[in-house]
């Protein structure tokens, strides 16, 4: 049986020396300084970085318990192109409303693109270009797990605010506002689990629609200091909203008169009840029971998969020690093996056995590694 050993591990560490001082400009969050120092990312340019074999593993893992989720919700995963004819962008109104972070490109025949943050045109014009589509075959559940694009002004804190980052989106279809609002709930639920089965304490607020628009959405946050939403909830009612939403200074939950406590928050989901916001004008309609158009109710929902992975060690690790989420983590056991020519050597016969009797642990199989480093001390 093949067995995963250190000494053929592609893991580069960065190691700083003790007197380097860091300039300015270098300030990082944790989770970037331990993820690029561990080798398990490297900043190949400012805001993209390389997932290395054990980020590979860490994402991998991840992907799995996001993909179990949805399939508990019938969501059917695609992968769309990267590249998003701007003619869509520009029927929508995004083209120009959002901003320098859309990057767009033109091909040579000067046809503009844009490199997706984000796929609501696309994923519309492809269901609107399906008409006729039957009543029966809603409600329509599709996701992907792909690279998204963001021309960031200033790319900062690794993995937690980059121009390049792997999302998870999903898109509903749905005949009826009160079939969408049903489908909201039961998707929010699946979030839920996602970040239960994590592990990492979460929080759960009322967001703003921002350019993604629709009636209203709910963000979820890993609370820390270095996260960049103000989160306001109330102890007593368990109101709990993000600061956008509340113009009033004085920050008093209407509700039941409360004052709200403040906390920071690491964005890592963001869910959308959009109605006909994309469907209307990309003319995306369904089939009714009198075999007349109608058009979808739609809702869209985001997991900042990459993200999610550096602000759990960010919210988890201390000083120079990475600590992963358990279900994460890039290997659960590493058995250290002894020294060449100290007292225990004799012990290393022993090594494989053991790597062998604990993979056929069904939760822990190929999750083993051994630390086969003979010049090395055990302690070391």
């Known amino acids: 049986m093949h067995h995963h050993r250190v000494s053929q591990l592609f893991q580069p560490l960065t190691v700083i020396p003790k007197d380097a001082t860091l300039k ?55 992968s769309l192109p990267l590249l998003t ?31 997706s943050p984000t796929h609501e045109e696309a994923i519309v014009n492809f269901i609107a270009d399906i008409y006729p589509f039957s009543h029966r075959q809603l409600p329509l559940r599709l996701y992907q797990i792909t690279s998204k694009i963001r021309d960031e002004m200033k ?33 929010c639920k699946a979030y839920d689990r996602v970040f239960q089965r994590i592990g990492v304490p979460f929080i759960k607020v009322e967001g703003d629609c921002g350019n993604i628009g629709g009636s209203f959405s709910h963000e979820y946050h890993y609370p820390a200091a270095i996260g960049e ?26 509700g039941c008169g409360e004052h709200l406590t403040k906390t920071m928050g690491i964005e890592v989901g963001h869910t959308f009840c959009l109605g006909t916001k994309y469907s209307k004008p990309l003319n995306c309609c369904y089939q009714n029971e009198k075999g007349k158009p109608s058009l979808m109710q739609m809702g869209c929902y985001g997991l900042g998969v990459s993200r999610i992975l550096a602000a759990a060690v960010e919210v988890l690790s201390q000083g120079e020690q990475i600590r992963w989420p358990w279900i994460l983590a890039p290997y659960k056991v590493c ?16 090594v494989d056995h053991l790597a062998q009797v604990i993979s056929n642990i069904p939760s822990l199989q190929d999750d083993v590694i051994i630390d086969d480093r003979e010049t090395w001390t055990i302690g070391k």
């Open 335 to 350: 058995i250290i093996s002894p020294k060449k020519g100290s007292k225990e050597a004799k012990a290393v016969s022993w």
């Open 155 to 187: 790319p900062r804190f690794g993995l937690l605010r980059c121009k390049e980052f792997l999302m998870k989106d999903l898109y509903t279809f749905d005949v009826s506002e009160e079939a969408a609002v049903s489908t909201y709930m039961e998707i």
């Open 229 to 254: 939403d103000t989160l306001l909830l109330c102890q007593k009612c368990g109101t709990a909203t993000n600061a956008e939403l509340l113009p009033d200074s004085s920050h008093t939950c209407s």
């Open 85 to 115: 004819p701007g003619q869509l962008w520009k029927i929508t109104g995004r083209w120009e409303s959002t901003g320098q972070e859309l990057l767009k490109v033109k091909d040579r025949h000067e046809k503009d693109y844009v490199l």
């Open 24 to 78: 300015k400009e270098e300030t990082t969050s944790l989770s970037q300084k331990l993820m690029v120092n561990c080798g398990i990312l490297s900043s190949r340019s400012n805001g993209m970085y390389a997932f290395l074999p054990l980020g590979q593993r860490a994402l991998t893992k991840l992907t799995k318990v996001i993909d179990e989720e949805m399939a508990s919700v019938n969501a059917q995963r695609l």
